[in-house]
């Protein structure tokens, strides 16, 4: 168990629709990290916040927002998905902004299902 | 960001040790060379990291060529449980100052027989 937790585990939804997903950082970790896993992609890093703020970004789609609140937890918001959004997304926390010696932990992962 | 070449598959026997591959021949020298794994099923998780030196913990060694250009992890005696995929990941020593993202490849799927 690495302490990351993230709700729900299993989601289905139509295309078109928004969905909202949830992840809660190891205790006393500031950074989260959001990657998308699919079966052509491989694992994709989307996006990072420190403390609140966004730090980095990666290939995240227009249609994805997230946010990190103050109690550091975070949401990931697909809206207008697609089939395509298809894949397990994954989040991971660090202590620090991603220096070396920062490694991540990860957590087990949303399975999003678009039919 | 530089690139690594890793084997797509490797077998190997329980309670054997096994020697994975990375090839980096474009890593500079403010990178630092990754190790996670993902367990079928699971999230990745962090195996290990080094610079230049080779480096042991409680889960594995990692090996590092005099030029860097490339690095094997050591698992010294593996065990079902270490039937994963394995991911070797350069990452940048100033990674700080521009976020901690992970760049994986396509890693090396190991299968263990008992």
């Known amino acids: 168990d690495s302490g990351v937790t993230q709700t729900p585990k299993h989601l289905i939804t139509a295309t078109g629709q928004r969905v909202t997903l949830r992840c809660s950082p190891r205790s006393g970790d500031l950074s989260v990290y959001w990657y998308q896993q699919s079966l052509d992609q491989g694992l994709q890093f989307l996006i990072q916040y420190y403390n609140g703020e966004e730090r980095a970004k990666g290939n995240i789609l227009e249609r994805f927002s997230a946010q990190q609140f103050p109690d550091l937890h975070s949401e990931l918001n697909l809206s207008s998905l697609e089939l395509g959004d298809s894949a397990l997304y994954f989040c991971?926390?660090?202590?620090?902004?991603?220096?070396?010696?920062?490694?991540?932990?990860f957590g087990p992962g949303t399975r999003l299902t678009v039919l | 960001d530089a690139k690594t070449t890793q084997p797509n598959s490797m077998e190997s026997n329980e309670e054997e040790p096994v020697h994975l591959p990375c090839n980096h021949s474009t890593i500079s020298g403010t990178d630092y060379i990754h190790w996670y794994r993902q367990l079928p099923s699971q999230g990745p998780e962090y195996v290990i990291h080094g610079l230049t030196s080779n480096v042991n913990n409680r889960m594995a060694s990692l090996a590092i060529a005099e030029d860097r250009k490339s690095s094997t992890l050591i698992l010294h005696r593996a065990t079902l449980r270490d039937a994963a995929v394995y991911y070797c990941i350069l990452r940048d020593i100033r990674g700080s100052s521009q976020g901690g993202k992970l760049i994986f490849g396509q890693g090396t799927e190991l299968s263990v027989k008992p």
């Open positions: 991971a926390s660090s202590p620090l902004a991603g220096g070396q010696g920062d490694e991540q932990f």
